[in-house]
């Protein structure tokens, strides 16, 4: 988007709700996140709510007024500029973005401070809290290389909003307006069935096996067509009808593996990465449905990254642990799919939806030995909900699902065994000596065939000689 964001619409019900609840605890500064969407296919951006980073595992504010220096003789300059830890912001924006559906990313931060400890603060201090956020969260498939900050002051109370350039680090001011954003979102889901299959070459690790899948699997979402209830999408749809909106992705029919992979050298083995995952996008007020399906198939994407990223987590940072669940994680992590001579099965985390504001959701992923109070207790710490969830209900759009390595004859299709795969399963499935079966297949049909044109022969030539001899 060459133009650039030019205008920020707040939702009104929230952003002034945060704004009473800073005026009457009154901290001397606070970061947070905003979370909303920088469309590409207008000049301005929607945001929908502001979530304050928590404290640091030391109790620590993440934004603070540094020590006064000492008084100098010009008054003005012994105003406290902001200081800010910015790893821990960072991976705040890191854990949100991880909980938020299609349609809605961190888009940026804000900065509750006075303004002159805010004008005290040097341009390149903010500009690298804003630039850390957008590098540990992108925004995919979009050409916006900008991010917002918000200043809500207290002394003298407004609201303003910059522009943050990525490249050059740089602020401008622009256009700051309220209106009525969350009510009048409107929400699409679908549920993808898929089943990918990947060549496993040898002493290829778990995250790049994996990582390969999801990218083939991404090919596959981004070249299918939409139906919007039941409507094959076209560009004059628009967005007035009511929702939410059921959408189902038809995929072209293909060859699951090209031949080209098959002849790959140093080959081992197959893997069957199938399964379902639930989906979901929201479309801001005047923008197009075409970005809604956009918004839907990025989803499907990103839910599957997160569900690898939480997997090697775990792995990483807490192998010191003797939690079953850990161990699990580990030992996936450590897998070497060519050594494989067993089935393996191992659990991918499903996702759940949490009402969050205004009828709209976020999500998280549960772990086999996770129940949903765990998953609360993450978003009340995250996304900062409210301590009492009691009446709402969350909802479990996803069985439970898991990955198995099974034998390469599983995979094949049509094969005479039965293939491990149930709807609602993520299954990886590996063979070992995969290829070398088949070319052992194909040479007893190749042995047969000889052999029947052989026996041909020489009938033909034991009635031919018949023939000459009569």
Not at 75 to 82: G, H, K, Q, R, V
Not at 374 to 387: F, I, T, W, Y
Request: proline share 7%; aromatic share 8%; charged share 20%.
């Amino acid at each position: 988007m060459g133009m650039g964001v030019k205008a920020v619409v707040g939702d009104e019900a929230q952003l002034k709700a945060l704004e009473n609840t800073l005026s009457s605890s009154a901290p001397p500064a606070q970061v947070g996140l905003v979370v909303g969407k920088l469309s590409p296919s207008s000049d301005r951006a929607l945001a929908y709510s502001l979530i304050p980073t928590p404290p640091t595992d030391a109790g620590d504010p993440p934004c603070s007024l540094q020590p006064k220096p000492k008084p100098k003789p010009k008054p003005a300059d012994s105003t406290s500029s902001l200081d800010f830890d910015v790893d821990w912001v960072a991976e705040h924006a890191r854990q949100v973005s991880r909980m938020l559906l299609g349609g809605m990313s961190v888009i940026g931060i804000y900065i509750w401070a006075s303004e002159a400890s805010f004008k005290a603060t040097s341009p390149a201090v903010l500009s690298q809290v804003v630039r850390a956020v957008s590098q540990v969260v992108p925004l995919y498939d979009s050409a916006v290389d900008e991010r917002l900050l918000i200043h809500i002051s207290y002394s003298p109370r407004r609201s303003a909003c910059r522009i943050c350039d990525m490249s050059s680090g740089s602020l401008r001011p622009c256009d700051f307006k309220y209106s009525k954003l969350l009510a009048s979102l409107q929400t699409f889901r679908c549920t993808y069935n898929f089943e990918i299959r990947v060549p496993v070459v040898q002493a290829e690790p778990f995250k790049k096996v994996v990582s390969k899948a999801i990218s083939n699997l991404t090919k596959e979402v981004q070249n299918a067509k939409a139906l919007i209830d039941g409507i094959l999408f076209s560009d004059a749809m628009d967005n007035t009808l009511e929702g939410p909106h059921n959408v189902e992705f038809l995929v072209p029919f293909k060859n699951n593996l090209p031949a080209e992979e098959c002849s790959l050298e140093g080959v081992s083995g197959l893997l069957l990465f199938a399964g379902s995952v639930s989906a979901l996008a929201y479309l801001g007020p005047k923008e197009s449905v075409s970005e809604a399906i956009s918004d839907l198939k990025l989803d499907i994407i990103t839910s599957l990254r997160s569900r690898l990223d939480i997997i090697l987590d775990e792995a990483d940072g807490e192998s010191t642990t003797d939690n079953l669940e850990n161990s699990l994680s580990q030992k996936a992590a450590q897998v070497v799919f060519h050594e494989l001579r067993a089935p393996y099965s191992f659990p991918f985390p499903r996702r759940i939806l949490i009402p969050w504001l205004a009828g709209s959701y976020v999500c998280d992923y549960l772990q086999q030995s996770e129940t949903t109070e765990d998953a609360m207790e993450r978003c009340r710490e995250v996304m900062s909900l409210e301590a009492d969830m009691g009446n709402y209900s969350i909802v479990e759009p996803e069985s439970a699902s898991c990955t198995t390595l099974g034998s390469f004859w599983d995979v094949v299709p049509g094969a005479l065994s039965k293939a491990p795969s149930e709807p609602g399963r993520k299954e990886i499935q590996s063979a070992e000596n995969g290829l070398r079966r088949t070319h052992g297949s194909s040479f007893s049909i190749l042995a047969a065939l000889v052999a029947l044109l052989i026996a041909l022969l020489v009938g033909y030539i034991f009635t031919f000689s018949a023939i000459l001899k009569t």
